[in-house]
């Protein structure tokens, strides 16, 4: 049987396809121009974690680290690093961030230090990066300061989960109310309530 439908044509397969936003038509990298975007309410969170030895993470939780509160150089480490993402990431914008918070805790269950981090502005481009990089300095500031003591330490699991702001808006998309949910939120369900 033969197959009447016509391929798609080369410029619908390109339409399709990802596109690298940070390379030229030449393949360049370059950066983006962000000129001609709204400026919009921007956020993005991210986390990772540090595993290690309980001794060392009861050392930590024991504030006994002969090199100070790891926890506490860690979230200025954190804070500093999502201010300095730009000279850190060639083709990142430099960015006026207007909050970053960086969460860390100790997780005896896994044996680690569970870090977080967000970061907003109002602005035209995203702040993953930020957020990321806030979390990966954090992360990496911890290593340096109980490697004397742990050298089987390991940095895992750094990854955005969330972002809010821009063209793409929020991600991940919040879950989505079945139609029959929301009309009986709204008081008009199509069941009376009358039986017959």
Known sequence: MSDDREPASSTQTAAAAPVLTHLDEDGNAAMVDVSDKSVTDRRATAVGRVC?????????????????????????????G???CADLIPLCHPLALSWINIDLSCNRE?????????????G?????????????????????????????MQIEGIKVTGKLGGKSGQWPRPPQVPDAEVAADDGQSTDTGKRT
């Open 110 to 122: 896994s044996s680690s230090v569970e870090i977080s981090a967000e970061c907003r502005l109002a």
């Open 52 to 80: 290690m030895h309980a001794e060392t993470l009861r050392l930590i939780e024991a504030g006994g680290h002969k090199k100070g509160d790891v926890l506490a150089v860690a979230r200025i480490a954190g804070i500093q």
């Open 82 to 84: 999502a201010k300095k």
């Open 124 to 152: 035209r481009t995203g702040v993953e990066m930020e957020a990321l990089t806030a979390v990966s300095v954090a992360a990496l500031t911890i290593y340096d300061m109980c490697k004397a003591v742990d050298k089987d």
